[in-house]
């Protein structure tokens, strides 16, 4: 949902961090050989290593790749060997890469595009990983998901994506993973957006998916928004959901969520408590807004999160949110 006026917004937010970023890179080493192509590293905003709000934040932090040498890549192979290294590693994307199926990220990573970075056609796949960040790439036509976090990856920063339709997930978050933000991403047009829990029966969820969404814009969107099965603590706050077909949040099989001063706009079930064949979970609103939209479906209690955060007004986000969520 691209206008000439967010964009002009978005250079010049561009244009304000550039200084900073320079700066960043002049302390950071490049990595050559056969495992890097040989492009040079550009200033770019999404480089900056400002710390996640929310969950991200807790459990010792997400620094990426932060510490580590820095690489620019422009192909899938230099792509794939860089994210699976060992070691921190700051692996910035430049242009389009064309991937194939789902493809490791390592532990100590921070994935972040530069010169309009795209990635079509495969995935990420954030699998037993740690202290991860994937900043500014847009992500296209994936034939399974986008960004896939599973088998008890902690301490992920997803932000300021954009994520165009693919076949399966835009962003799924499964199977004991914990510790994770999803911030200031664009979901344009995306079917089965964000599934936070594997499946009804893995249990073993329950105790994990601490998980903060927010200043995410969720655009024409259908389904998942996300969908919780068994999350506790989760927080999704300062959203802009704008035309979602199916629902926006959906709370099941005993989830514990916060909805708070999130904006729906044409939205007629900005939430679910029990979704299909799930159990309800319980589900609490606060300051939102409802624009032409339906009313909430709530249920139960939120026991409050452990982070400091702030929360702007809900009146605010359609403008903020619209005009900074998605790449740079």
Not at 75 to 92: D, E, F, H, K, T
Not at 109 to 126: E, F, M, Q, W, Y
Not at 204 to 224: G, I, K, Q, S
Request: proline residues 4%; without cysteine; aromatic residues 8%.
């Amino acid at each position: 949902m691209s206008s000439s006026s967010t964009n002009t917004s978005k250079a010049g937010r561009r244009t304000a961090v550039l200084a900073a970023a320079g700066a960043l890179l002049l302390t950071m080493t490049s990595v050559t050989g056969a495992a890097a192509d040989q492009a040079a590293p550009t200033a770019d905003p999404g480089v900056l290593q400002s710390g996640p709000i929310g969950w991200a934040s807790q459990n010792g932090g997400t620094t990426g790749g932060a510490g580590g040498s820095t690489v620019t890549v422009t192909s899938a192979s230099a792509l794939i060997s860089n994210m699976q290294a060992s070691g921190p590693r700051i692996v910035q994307v430049s242009g389009t890469i064309n991937l194939s199926g789902m493809n490791d990220i390592a532990s100590d990573k921070t994935l972040v595009g530069i010169n309009n970075a795209r990635i079509n056609g495969g995935g990420i796949d954030v699998d037993d990983a740690h202290n991860v960040i994937i900043r500014n790439i847009t992500f296209a036509g994936a034939a399974d998901d986008s960004i896939n976090v599973q088998d008890g990856s902690t301490n992920i920063w997803i932000d300021h994506n954009t994520f165009l339709p693919g076949y399966d997930g835009s962003l799924d978050i499964k199977r004991e993973s914990d510790f994770i933000t999803v911030s200031w991403n664009h979901f344009d047009g995306t079917d089965k957006t964000s599934l936070l829990g594997h499946s009804d029966s893995f249990s073993a969820d329950a105790d994990n998916l601490r998980v903060t969404y927010h200043h995410n814009f969720y655009d024409n969107t259908n389904t998942r928004n996300p969908r919780i099965r068994f999350g506790k603590g989760v927080h999704v706050f300062n959203n802009y959901y704008l035309n979602n077909n199916e629902y926006g949040i959906a709370s099941t099989q005993g989830a514990s969520v916060l909805v708070e001063s999130n904006y729906f706009q044409g939205v007629d079930t900005p939430t679910e408590v029990g979704y299909a064949s799930s159990g309800p979970g319980d589900l609490v609103e606060r300051n939102n807004i409802y624009s032409n939209s339906g009313s909430p479906n709530t249920r139960g209690g939120f026991v409050g999160v452990p982070y400091s955060y702030s929360a702007d007004p809900a009146s605010s986000i359609p403008s903020l949110v619209s005009n900074g969520a998605g790449v740079f």
